[in-house]
């Protein structure tokens, strides 16, 4: 049964696969990531998610988090830069 279920999750859109993270942003000012398991580093020139798939490397200026959930963070501020780290 398990293999079945894998089969069916990996012809769905990545936008429904549970194991990627789903990144928006809004400009360079507001970034939502849902999908996180936590948050590795912070501070106000970078943030440190950590996802299943990555971790995903923020730089930037008066970098805040705004909110903070067991899925999804939301920073705030002046982003120039994301990495993602294997």
Do not use: Q, W
Not at 43 to 63: H, P, Y
């Amino acid at each position: 049964m398990r293999k079945k279920r894998n089969k069916i999750t990996n012809k769905l859109p990545t936008e429904f696969r549970s194991d990627l993270p789903v990144i928006e942003f809004t400009g360079n000012r507001k970034v939502v990531v849902e999908g996180s398991t936590g948050v590795l580093h912070y501070c106000d020139k970078a943030v440190r998610i950590n996802t299943r798939m990555a971790v995903l490397a923020f730089e930037g200026r008066g970098l805040s988090i705004k909110c903070i959930s067991p899925t999804c963070v939301i920073i705030e501020g002046f982003i120039i830069n994301l990495e993602f780290i294997n």
